[in-house]
């Protein structure tokens, strides 16, 4: 299985014809939302720049798509084998898994197999994407910790107007160069694809989505400050760019300028973890209320932190 990609140089009848419209009656796309997904994504250029998804093609222009990839056929365990994962809850309905980082959450182009999704395929299920079942949100390769996965597409559904309504509650922990000017704050900033570089995320983009995360500022350190975040919005790398515009990026992220700070503390990838996730049964009704520890790579570059700080006023709960 690979993702593939589809090529094609636009003629009269593409004329004056909406782009995400011209790729939904592409075979290799199938469909208007998935032609839309692959958009927004920044997986679609026309003559070598990323479009909104109503720009108006003319005759002539080089189109060129990366493909959203597709599971393998059931009984190819392969692709999901040895994808390391543990499971913080779970019954008939839900699966709450705790991520390690360096895992995928679902196929995407150059990451075809080794996924978390393909991982759980036979055990999760829902959604409208068969590359994907049961997945309701997502975290960052190098993001660690909890989600949610559906068993059903009845659950799946409820999951989904449950994030839309806000009633997940998605808890965080990141450790942060400098220190906030005030102990707790919301940043809100549309965010979306960078128009200069559509592999980055930021507020310099053309397709916005609005976007809205809370911190409080959980420990206090010497050049560096750890800090709970609660998300409103699920935005990709929502957390990671958000810190960063108001200069404080993540530790160990070079990609949203958090690189001084991982070096100095040994991190080999952001200091960003999914710690607690509460939503209500979607079925039951019942609170279901997980929380997941720092993986060692972490803990670590948090005790590295505090063996420079000269006072430590609050501890992480």
Not at 6 to 31: N, P
Not at 141 to 170: F, I, P, Y
Request: aromatic share 2%; with cysteine.
């Amino acid at each position: 299985m690979s993702a593939g990609a589809l090529e094609f140089l636009t003629t009269g009848d593409d004329d004056g014809r909406r782009l995400d419209q011209a790729l939904a009656v592409r075979a290799e796309v199938g469909s208007r939302a998935a032609a839309e997904r692959l958009i927004e994504q920044g997986h679609v250029l026309v003559d070598g720049r990323p479009q909104r998804k109503r720009h108006r093609l003319s005759a002539g222009e080089r189109v060129v798509v990366r493909l959203e990839p597709r599971l393998p056929a059931p009984g190819d365990v392969a692709a999901g084998e040895g994808v390391p994962y543990s499971v913080a809850f779970e019954d008939e309905h839900v699966i709450v898994v705790d991520k390690p980082a360096g895992v995928v959450v679902h196929p995407a182009p150059g990451h075809p197999t080794g996924t978390l999704a393909q991982a759980l395929a036979g055990r999760a299920a829902g959604g409208a994407e068969p590359w994907r079942p049961g997945i309701v949100h997502r975290l960052d390769r190098d993001t660690s910790g909890l989600l949610v996965v559906a068993k059903s597409d009845a659950v799946h559904r409820r999951l989904q107007d449950a994030l839309r309504e806000r009633t997940v509650a998605r808890e965080y922990l990141a450790l942060v160069e400098g220190r906030p000017p005030t102990a707790t704050g919301t940043v809100e900033a549309a965010i979306g694809r960078d128009r200069a570089d559509p592999t980055l995320v930021s507020l310099r983009t053309d397709r916005p989505r609005a976007a809205r995360t809370h911190f409080a500022v959980e420990e206090a350190l010497a050049g560096a400050s750890l800090l709970r975040v609660h998300l409103d919005t699920g935005r990709t790398h929502q957390v990671r760019v958000h810190l960063a515009s108001i200069g404080h990026p993540v530790c160990g992220d070079p990609r949203y300028g958090g690189s001084r700070c991982g070096t100095e503390l040994g991190l080999e990838r952001q200091f960003l973890h999914a710690a607690r996730l509460c939503f209500d049964h979607p079925v039951l009704g019942t609170a279901v209320d997980v929380s997941s520890r720092l993986p060692p790579d972490l803990a670590a570059a948090l005790e590295a932190a505090r063996a420079g700080t000269a006072s430590r006023p609050r501890s992480p709960s």
